[in-house]
Structure formats: C-alpha cells, structure tokens
C-alpha cells in the first residue's frame, strides 16, 4: 500500500507539475497559518522526554538483552547516525542559513547586517541544528530500538503502541501508522536528495562552469541516485558503514582546513557567543511565535520548516539508528543522539558560517549574504572561491557532499524496505532498489513543481500527521519502561557504560522475546 501511494504521488506530480505545486502551496500556507503552535511545543515536549529518559534510572535500561554488546564501534555507529541525521543538510544550510539571518534577522530582533544582526543570526542557527531535532530523531530511535531489540516486537512504528493499543496494532490502524511512516520518511529522505542535487549543480557550476537548471538537477540526481541503488545491494556493515566512515574523514578535513586559513578568532568567538546565547535564550525561542503580527512568513521558511523537517526525518533515521544501537544503554544513546551531534553541528556553523559573516561584514566577498539568499545551494562555493585552493576544496567539498548524500539515501532504503515488509530487519535488495527508484522519482517532482520552496513545503506537510504519532510513541513508551521500573530495580547495575566498545562484524543475536 505504501509504495502504491508513493508511486501515485510521483505519477500526479509527473502528470501535473502545476497542481501537484498549487496544492502543496495551498495546504502550506494552511499548516503555518494554523498550526505553528502546534510544531513549537511538540518539539519541546521531544527534547524534555528525551533529556528525562537520559538522566532518570530509565538510562541504566539496555537496548536489548543484558548480555548483548554493540555490533559496531563506537566511531562507525556515530558516523553512520550523523550521516543519517543531517548528511548533505549541514553542508547546505550551515554557512546559508546564518548569512540568510543576517540579512532577514528573525523577528526584527536587531537591524539587518549590524554586529548585533551577526550575532542572532548564529544564535538562531544553533537553535534550529542543535538540541531539539536530535531529540526529535532520539525518540522514534529509543522506542523503536527499546521494543525491536528488548521486547522482541516487529521493526514497526505501530508495534510501539501496543501497550495503548494492544493487539489493534496488528490490524488496519496499525497499517495506517506505518503507511503515514512510510510516506513521512519518503519525503523527508526526497527533501535532503533535492537540496543535495540543488547544492551539487550549484557547485558544479561554480567550480567547472557547467549550468545550473533543472535539467542538470535531474541528471545529477539520477546519477546520484545510480550510485546510491549500487550502494543498496550491500549489507549495512560494507556500503553505509564505509561511507559513512569515509565521510566522517574527509569532513574534519574540511574544517580544519577553514579554521587555518579563515578567521581563527572570529570562529572561535562566535562559537563560544553562539553557545551562551543559544543557553541563554533556548526558552524564549522554543516558544517564540509573535503571536500578534500577521506575518508569519519567516516561521514557516525557517523555525516550522525545520521542526516538520526533522519530524518527517524522525521514522526514517530513528529506525535506522534502532537497527545499529542494539546493546547501547538509554543513557548512552541519548549522549551519542542528541548531545554530541548538537556540539558538532555547532562547530561545523560557527567555523564556516562565522567566516561567512565575516566575510560579510568586512566586505571581502561582495555582497555575499546577499547572493547566497538568492541561491543558498550556492552559498558554500561563493564562500570557498574567498579562499586558497578554491578548486581544490571545491572537489573535496563535492565528494564529501556525495558520500553524504550516496550514504543516506541508502539508509533511507533500508528503513523503507524494512516498513513495507512487515518490520523485515534485511529486506530483499529488489524491494531497496525499488524504493531508490521512487526516492528518486518524489525528489525529481518536488524539483520540478517548485525547486527549494517546493522541497520545503512537501517537509511541512508530510511531517504534520507524523508529529501527532510521535507524541503517541512518547505515551506509549513512558508506559512500557515503567513495566520495566520493577526490574530495573532489583538489577545489578549495567556495566555497559563502563565497558569499551567491542564492534562485531556479524550479525545480531535473533531478538529477545
């Protein structure tokens, strides 16, 4: 039933790129109209869930059997969850988005390009890469994980419900949860391949001089998209696994690269800013709506998008970091899903959007915030031709952009085949390569019907019915671990967190029943 949906999405948008665009622009402007609120405090309630389950005794609880042990290293599961997280997303908006803030500050809270506008534009961006979307990830990744791998359950969203809803989730309203799974992760796995297709012609043409329009987009998503389906008939431990590994080499190389040669001091300044005034104001901006101006524009291109984003993301990277964490505790994987990837993220704007505003404030490169407001999937070449080796790391950027982009596209057909198939932990290679097809598909129509814009509203739509079943799966899996309150109590204390890391190459234990 799902991949029949997801083909009927893409024949409409094939058929009629004009009304598959008029339609997903009229429910938009409904959904931030109305619903704005809605987004803001369902994230927060994410963030205060996850921290609670992290720092309560609930954290001593182990993603499996006591006597599993993780399957990968410590570095390869990081990897391969931060490239899942954000992949090519963090290329693209980590130098956009502040340059973008500094020239349209968010609530006229300073004058546009002042120090002060400088200095909210980094604010803001911390606050919509840091703690809240990998909280949103870490709850559908906790309870899937806590279920498939210590209860023994089906590698489904719906089979997180049982304890609410018993044995209906075997039935049709079980179905329903995993169809509206399926397409929240269709789109929002289509939204970062149509932003990463966007960013690398824009590169392309940056760097080789070769065009930019939308038939360069389809052929490098279709090349692409080649890449990534060879990549899906391989298991996890070869083709993600390595890439994702490879990535996460390549990337530092990238920022120390711009550390040396960029301005040190400013980075470092804006870091340590950023950081005590994204602590500072976490409260004020997670429920920041200007509830009485009629204007409402700024939220839905940036906080609601990004909140519905991250909410369409969460079934597709929470499921696939509940594939990989079987044998971490509770407490370890809320440090390794939501505090360690919040520090990164930071690092990573504050080293290259700190030399973007730089750049933009000394007027070194032009009118740079300027251009890249225009084209933000052009941001990080314009900033890049500012420095040495411009071709070079050009290259470099484009291949760690790619990696990222082959890398998660093939988890996303992972998870895929594994919702459609009845929660089947290695679904067959022809059900991945189909889904990589339609991936593909949904990603060409959404660029078709509406570039960027197009790519964005598809996130907020697909990510609103999503947000109201996660609230669910937080009910349902507070009322699971209290079942567990009386064990845990009388359980020696787990030694997994003292424990090094042993990374096995084979397969996991059968689940524990």
């Not at 570095?75 to 502040?98: H, K, V």
């Not at 360069?216 to 083709?239: C, D, K, P, Y």
Request: aromatic share 12%; glycine share 10%.
């Amino acid at each position: 039933m799902s991949i029949a949906v997801s083909a009927l999405v893409v024949l409409w948008g094939a058929v009629s790129p004009n009304g598959f665009g008029a339609a997903t622009t009229w429910l938009f402007n409904h959904v931030v109209a109305d619903l704005s609120w809605f987004f803001l405090l369902t994230a927060n309630i994410f963030l205060v869930f996850v921290l609670y389950l992290g720092l309560s005794s609930h954290g001593r609880i182990k993603l499996g059997a006591d006597h599993d042990r993780p399957q990968f290293g410590r570095m390869s599961w990081f990897a391969m969850m931060f490239q899942a997280g954000m992949g090519p997303a963090i290329i693209f908006w980590g130098l956009a988005e502040p340059l973008s803030h500094y020239v349209e500050v968010p609530f006229e809270l300073a004058p546009p390009g002042t120090d002060e506008a400088a200095g909210v534009a980094i604010q803001y961006s911390f606050f919509h890469w840091a703690l809240h979307p990998w909280a949103i990830y870490a709850v559908a990744g906790l309870a899937v994980a806590y279920f498939t791998h210590r209860k023994g359950e089906r590698g489904l969203l719906s089979a997180i419900f049982r304890p609410l809803l018993g044995d209906r989730v075997d039935g049709p309203l079980g179905k329903v949860i995993d169809v509206l799974a399926v397409l929240a992760v269709v789109f929002g796995i289509a939204v970062a391949l149509g932003q990463a297709g966007l960013q690398m012609t824009a590169g392309l043409g940056k760097t080789f001089g070769l065009p930019t329009g939308i038939i360069v987009q389809l052929v490098v998503l279709a090349l692409t998209t080649a890449a990534f389906m060879g990549s899906a008939t391989t298991r996890i431990e070869h083709g993600i696994k390595w890439l994702s590994n490879i990535s996460m080499l390549i990337a530092p190389v990238l920022l120390i690269f711009y550390v040396v040669v960029g301005p040190s001091i400013t980075q470092i300044n804006a870091f340590t800013e950023g950081l005590g005034d994204y602590l500072s104001e976490i409260v004020p901006m997670s429920f920041r709506l200007d509830a009485f101006s009629p204007d409402n524009g700024w939220m839905g291109s940036w906080t609601v998008f990004y909140w519905s984003w991250w909410i369409a993301w969460a079934p597709y990277v929470g499921l696939f970091m509940a594939r990989i964490s079987r044998g971490r505790t509770i407490r370890e994987f809320v440090a390794a899903t939501v505090l360690v990837p919040s520090v990164v993220s930071m690092i990573w704007i504050a080293v290259f959007g700190g030399a973007a505003l730089h750049l933009a404030r000394s007027g070194l490169a032009g009118d740079i915030a300027q251009t890249v407001q225009e084209s933000p999937a052009a941001g990080m070449f314009v900033f890049i031709q500012q420095y040495p080796l411009a071709g070079v790391m050009s290259v470099i950027t484009l291949v760690v952009l790619w990696v990222f982009f082959v890398a998660g596209a093939d988890a996303g057909t992972v998870v895929l085949g594994e919702l459609s198939t009845g929660g089947e932990p290695n679904p067959k290679t022809w059900v991945r390569l189909l889904w990589g097809v339609l991936l593909a598909g949904v990603a060409a129509v959404l660029l078709v019907s509406g570039g960027l814009e197009g790519l964005q509203k598809a996130s907020v739509l697909t990510g609103t019915p999503f947000a109201i079943i996660l609230v669910g799966i937080c009910v349902a899996f507070h009322k699971a671990l209290r079942q567990d309150r009386d064990h845990l109590a009388q359980a020696p204390r787990s030694t997994a967190e003292e424990s090094e890391d042993r990374p096995r190459e084979t397969e996991v234990a059968s689940d524990v029943r």
